[in-house]
């Protein structure tokens, strides 16, 4: 069963860094491409970003670009953000999700329970 | 101001059919393959269609999707009230190198 577990959220000023963590189980980890994607409350889905199964090619949303930093380690099925100068506006719920079957590149077919990320003063 | 266009709200009756319809341009749908989600309050999306209309082992086929040119469709038959959740397209866009998704729709199941 395939399952993914986030870590990391919390409270923080903005400014403020933060890393959270994506366990996965349940598939070979290093052979999908995996996601963050974001909903502040109230909001729609937001893309982050997304690393190929070998780390070697990342992508970033323009709204985050310079500012957090997507990685993995496959020896550790571990998938990670790094997120640093913080605003107001990254308040959301981050979701990692695996990428899918499909030939797309927005089929995401298993996503974590998410972590809640509050940038307030 | 989202990439793709949704309709903000749609509504039909129990047993009834609706669309949803996601508008945009050819550097994302017109090129690349869209998926929709399912959300439902406090819990994580769910994958109903990819590239187009493919869908996901246990869906159902109440649900099905489509595409032509720069648009695609959602669309849901047999309405039932656990239905009523926002729905949202998603693909690439070429252009900006970052998956885009639309607004999202509210469906209200009556």
């Known amino acids: 069963e395939v399952q993914l577990l986030e870590s990391g959220g919390g409270l923080l000023q903005p400014g403020g860094s933060l890393r959270l963590s994506c366990a996965a189980s349940g598939f070979t980890f290093s052979s999908y491409a995996m996601n963050w994607v974001r909903q502040a409350p109230g909001k729609g889905l937001e893309w982050v970003s997304v690393?190929?199964?070998?780390?070697?090619?990342?992508y970033y949303a323009d709204s985050v670009k310079g500012r957090f930093t997507i990685s993995r380690d496959n020896s550790k099925n571990t998938l990670y953000l790094q997120m640093s100068t913080l605003r107001a506006e990254d308040t959301a719920v981050y979701y990692c999700?695996?990428?899918?079957?499909?030939?797309?590149?927005?089929?995401?077919?298993?996503w974590g329970q998410g972590a809640l990320v509050t940038v307030t003063s | 101001q989202s990439v793709l266009t949704q309709p903000p709200s749609v509504s039909a009756a129990p047993g009834q059919k609706v669309t949803i319809s996601c508008s945009g341009s050819s550097s994302n749908i017109g090129n690349n393959y869209v998926s929709w989600y399912q959300c439902l309050p406090g819990t994580a999306p769910k994958l109903l269609i990819y590239d187009n209309y493919e869908r996901p082992s246990g869906i159902p086929d109440r649900f099905s999707g489509s595409q032509s040119g720069t648009s695609a469709t959602l669309g849901i038959t047999g309405l039932q009230t656990g239905d009523e959740a926002d729905y949202y397209c998603g693909t690439w866009d070429s252009s900006l190198s970052a998956v885009v998704f639309g607004g999202g729709t509210k469906l209200t199941v009556l």
């Open positions: 999700a695996k990428e899918g079957i499909g030939g797309g590149d927005c089929d995401f077919d298993y």
């Open positions: 690393i190929s199964g070998s780390g070697f090619s990342t």
